[in-house]
């Protein structure tokens, strides 16, 4: 009997950090999942993973990522790597036939962005972004109850949270996380959980302004930034987005209307929404106060992943019953782009340059050659290790 459209849906892992470990966590409350193979370049440490996490026993370990392209017995690939080498890990999984679930941010720059998709439609698969705050009840409850505010004004995003690995940066240690050459900094660590928002809810701004904060480089490196903020302009409102990974922020988030305001606690979880109507504004609905309405949602969650895994395995079956049609998380797709395309400008703006964003030489399918000959999935990652956070 062959697989049918309700046959799990057979995943490989590529990096074996804690956000990998919180997405397997999270897996559990997804029926259809299935952990079939991780890839390590330590076997070792890969079958150590595997045995921690595979429901079944039968889990494969990968030593190379041509390894893993090659076995048929995966349907899709989940990429936790650091950021500089998900474009060249996403596109050889993609051309070989594996649906790619990919952690935010989706790559480097938009034009890495860009050579993804593009293998991804050639191959007849899926690829979507691991941006787990927008694909959750609470940020469709935010999407739903805007109409209650009237015109939209002005909006804050904030995502400010001390990173765990900070200290040891600040006495000299090198961490990946504020590393450009691992496409790493507080933008595209924690900025980018505002700008999606954004994006998801009000499209492309006119224009944005942006300043950051840098951080020092360490071995040769130009240094990461450690926080910033963009002011992004639209008609007739506008928004303000500050992230820091070198600060604590308390402050909610907020949308303001010219009948009413939505106080969000956080914008990467959106758990609560309280919506504060003007005494003279719209009425509020039957049974609520007049003043005040708090909605909850996802209460007793220890975390919001598991939405984002749902969706993916959703669209997965689907495309299979519709002969690779696009569904679901395809949906997502223009705002990845457009988010990819404002961190680039910020970068522009502040001076912060990725190696991805230098002229090298890139084959047709988007693997970029070093002078060796080897791609920059495998040759990357003597730097950067697979620790995401």
């Given at each position: ?32 999942f ?58 050889r ?122 951080l020092?480089g ?10 910033g ?52 504004g719209?009425?509020?609905?039957a ?96 730097a ?6």
């Open positions: 009997m062959g697989r049918t459209e309700m046959a799990p849906v057979r995943f490989a892992v590529i990096g074996t950090s804690r956000i990998t470990e919180r997405m397997l966590g999270e897996s559990v409350f997804c029926p259809g299935e952990l079939a193979g991780v890839y390590s370049r330590s076997r070792e440490k890969g079958a150590a993973f595997a045995g921690r996490y595979s429901r079944n026993g039968t889990c494969r370990v990968y030593g190379s990522l041509q390894e893993l392209a090659d076995d048929p017995g995966i349907d899709a690939v989940y990429v936790a790597s650091p950021n500089a080498c998900h474009a060249g890990q996403a596109v999984m993609l051309e070989s036939g594996k649906n790619v679930l990919c952690e935010k941010t989706l790559a480097s720059n938009s034009r890495e962005a860009e050579t993804m998709f593009r293998a991804a439609d050639a191959h007849g698969v899926l690829l979507t972004e691991g941006m787990r705050s927008i694909h959750t009840p609470g940020f469709r409850a935010v999407e739903e109850n805007l109409v209650k505010l009237g015109t939209i004004r002005k909006a804050r995003f904030s995502y400010c949270k001390y990173s765990s690995r900070y200290d040891a940066f600040r006495q000299g240690i090198p961490q990946n996380i504020f590393r450009t050459s691992c496409s790493a900094g507080a933008l595209t660590d924690l900025g980018i959980y505002c700008i999606e928002p954004m994006v998801a809810l009000w499209g492309k701004p006119a224009r944005i302004l942006s300043s950051s904060v840098m020092p360490m071995d040769g490196e130009d240094g990461a930034d450690g926080a903020t963009i002011l992004a302009e639209y008609p007739g409102m506008t928004v303000e987005l500050d992230y820091s990974k070198i600060s604590d922020g308390y402050l909610p988030s907020e949308i303001e209307g010219e009948e009413g305001t939505m106080l969000i606690p956080a914008i990467d979880d959106v758990r609560e929404i309280t919506i504060r109507r003007r005494s003279t719209t009425a509020a609905p049974g609520a106060d007049k003043e005040q309405e708090t909605l909850r949602f996802q209460e007793g969650e220890a975390d919001n992943l598991r939405y984002e895994i749902a969706d993916f395995i959703s669209a997965v079956r689907a495309s299979a019953a519709r002969k690779g049609q696009k569904a679901g998380v395809d949906r997502y797709r223009p705002v990845t782009l457009e988010a990819i395309r404002i961190a680039d400008e910020v970068r522009r703006q502040c001076g912060i340059v990725f190696p991805a964003d230098r002229d090298r030489e890139q084959d047709s399918t988007g693997h970029t050659q070093t002078p060796a000959g080897q791609t920059a999935p495998e040759a990357e990652q003597g950067c290790t697979n620790e995401k956070h």
